[in-house]
């Protein structure tokens, strides 16, 4: 019988690599469940339009570019590898959870991501889709009353083969899932915001948003021409500042507050955090996320006839002292998980 590929039957693996360019075999704990991605390839075609040739009988393939989005379900366990290439930086070896098979982990932004990239592959049930290299340059994380959380990872590769000599339909079957349940739901988050300048968040400051939606963008590029091919890139680096916003929607207009706060810049610390299952003990799992300064740039009160939300709109910025509650956290954001991982995934 004839092979012919269905999405429904795709798997897809991630594994650090360590050299650019240079792709590595994807194995055990690599497996990774995601949603359609859109990492294309696309190539230059130079045609021969010299005088006197009205029909060209010539093309040459020129420099290949490879860019699109890996979307997940985010989890509680088994995208640590992914965050992390984004964020930059750990907090090193996962600290166990008493004597339990509970860890936890911080990640946090660094100013660049050199050295930081991986090999994504995808069995399409025909061939092994890899992109030999890739960087993540971000992503983009949303969540909404009765739903799950979702994240979508930004990525630049150098290349994607089909006939990869290093990852082949039968190496693929050394690909184990590490997780594949464990997602993170809106309704076991909890969210509190307050003025950065006061005490440490609490109960107290809950806020009750409906949605919410953080976009982390960092602006990197490759360069043709400096590598061992003169089509491809090399690992991309930074090419301007980092983008980071913060939506939310809260669903119903109660307040003027942040109407008030808007104009006079008043900054506030946001705490998100969601709890799931039990893995030992005392430990549940947990992914929580710190933003130590955020300042409003849009607030709203759309007009419809029904109940009025209120969408409010932040920049994600960082601080030269950490605030209250958030030992540590100067940058625009950072993530604390608990979760089943024990090793340092950019180790």
């Given amino acids: ?39 294309k390839r696309t190539r230059q075609s130079l045609i021969d339009d010299s005088l006197g040739l009205y029909f060209p009988q010539n093309a040459v393939n020129a420099q290949i570019k490879v860019e699109g989005d890996i979307p997940s379900y985010l989890r509680y366990d088994g995208l640590d590898m992914l965050i992390a290439l984004a964020m930059g930086a750990t907090g090193g070896l996962p600290a166990g959870q008493g004597a ?21 592959i995808v069995n399409n049930g025909v061939n092994i889709d890899e992109y030999t290299t890739v960087k993540i340059t971000g992503f983009t994380l949303t969540g909404e009353v009765g739903k799950p959380w979702e994240i979508k990872f ?23 899932f590490f997780e594949t349940g464990a997602r993170v739901l809106f309704g076991q988050s ?14 107290s ?14 602006k990197m590029a490759g360069k043709y021409g400096t590598g061992t091919s003169m089509d491809l890139i090399d690992e991309p680096t930074n090419d301007g500042l980092p983008e980071i916003t913060l939506k939310l929607t809260m669903p119903r207009y109660t307040a003027a507050t942040y109407f008030n706060n808007w104009d006079p810049m008043t ?21 929580q996320i710190q933003f130590p300064a955020l300042q409003l740039s849009n607030v709203d009160l759309p007009m419809k006839e029904g109940i009025l939300e209120h969408p409010l709109e932040f920049k994600a910025l960082s601080i030269g002292t950490a605030p209250a509650g958030m030992t540590g956290v100067t940058n625009p954001f950072a993530i604390n998980v608990v979760n089943r991982q024990s090793a340092n995934v950019l180790a």
């Fill in 205 to 218: 400051n809950a806020i009750f948003p409906n949605k919410f939606e953080l976009q982390f963008k960092r």
């Fill in 267 to 287: 900054q506030q610390m946001l705490q998100m955090t969601a709890t799931g299952a039990n893995i030992a003990s005392t430990y549940n799992r947990s992914f």
């Fill in 100 to 120: 339990t098979t509970a860890y936890a982990q911080t990640f946090s932004l660094a100013n660049t991501l050199d050295t930081y990239f991986a090999t994504f």
């Fill in 154 to 176: 930004h990525a630049i590769a150098i290349d994607r083969i089909t006939g990869s000599t290093v990852n082949t339909p039968t190496t693929f079957n050394n690909v184990t």
């Fill in 1 to 39: 019988m004839t092979l012919s590929a269905s999405g429904v039957n795709v798997k897809a693996a991630v594994a650090k690599a360590s050299a650019w360019g240079a792709a590595v075999a994807c194995g055990a704990d690599s497996g990774i469940l995601i949603k359609p991605h859109t990492l």
């Fill in 190 to 203: 909890v969210f509190w915001m307050g003025n950065n300048s006061g005490s440490a968040l609490s109960s």
